[in-house]
């Protein structure tokens, strides 16, 4: 049974200028919202959910930035790491669910267990390479507090990149972006980020998901679209991998993402004539 949202949350806000230097430089006032669940309120719950694969340099790192409340549920899928991943997990001092594949089964399927799994009121996706920062988490969860949006997606579009980025990332984030757009009516730039904050009620996107690996971050959005749900993007700061590389195999998955574009133009064309057209 799904649980409501809290009704009551405190939002103590700290105020700061902050130069974000993206594809457009500007000064913006940024606010830090540090929250703390009432008493009555102890049963929400917050779950981030952390994919996994040869991030042995990182992850610990990562799982000891996540602020250390009883209302976070961290749950890790380690994707049959072939490193000292799992070992550094159990080296922190936190109360963590952590998952084993036996082998690597692909990002994918590391997000869908975790979520499978995760039993918060709201479930965050949280890379591990180090690129995210998890004390952003606030920044992602609020406007669903707030009741403006049913998913959230961190994008560094709008705030801040502290690395280049390649010119074919760009370009395929753009045309994903007109097309969900076109389709849907929703705007999401960065829309192949992996920090994602999701409202319970929305995780049925996560049925019978066709396009696994890395294309998932695209499918998602495309289902939520289909399902009408409420997408908002939100500034984060992305940074530099510091350790490893990127798993992600620049022809295979784009070969993936636009098989998936086509899909949902189809299941869009099909939804317009169903409802034009009874049978």
């Not at 997606?153 to 390649?166: D, E, F, H």
């Not at 939520?224 to 510091?242: D, F, N, S, T």
């Amino acid at each position: 049974m799904t649980r409501e949202l809290p009704s009551e949350v405190k939002f103590e806000s700290t105020t700061f200028v902050s130069k974000l230097n993206g594809y457009n430089d500007y000064c913006r006032e940024e606010t830090i919202q540090n929250i703390s669940i009432q008493k009555e309120q102890s049963n929400f719950l917050v779950s981030i959910v952390i994919p996994l694969y040869n991030e042995e340099k990182s992850i610990g790192e990562i799982i000891n930035k996540i602020p250390d409340h009883n209302w976070i549920e961290i749950v890790v899928v380690n994707d049959g790491s072939l490193d000292n991943s799992k070992d550094e997990v159990n080296k922190c001092e936190r109360d963590i669910k952590l998952i084993n594949h036996h082998k690597n089964k692909g990002y994918g399927e590391a997000v869908l267990n975790g979520i499978k799994s995760a039993k918060g009121d709201i479930i965050i996706t949280l890379d591990s390479d180090g690129q995210h920062n998890p004390n952003e988490i606030y920044t992602l969860i609020k406007p669903i507090l707030d009741n403006k949006a049913d998913i959230t997606v961190g994008s560094r579009y709008l705030g801040k990149c502290n690395y280049n980025i390649p010119f074919h990332t760009r370009f395929g984030e753009s045309l994903v972006e007109k097309f969900l757009y076109i389709l849907f009516r929703q705007k999401i730039g960065n829309n192949q980020s992996g920090y994602r904050a999701f409202k319970r009620k929305t995780i049925d996107i996560f049925n019978r998901i066709k396009f696994k690996d890395f294309t998932i971050a695209t499918e998602v959005l495309f289902k939520a679209g289909l399902k009408g749900y409420r997408l908002l993007e939100v500034p984060i700061i992305l940074e530099p991998r510091e350790y490893g590389y990127s798993k992600v195999s620049l022809i295979k998955t784009a070969f993936k993402i636009f098989s998936c574009m086509g899909y949902y133009l189809l299941l869009k064309l099909k939804t317009i004539i169903n409802k034009k057209i009874p049978f």
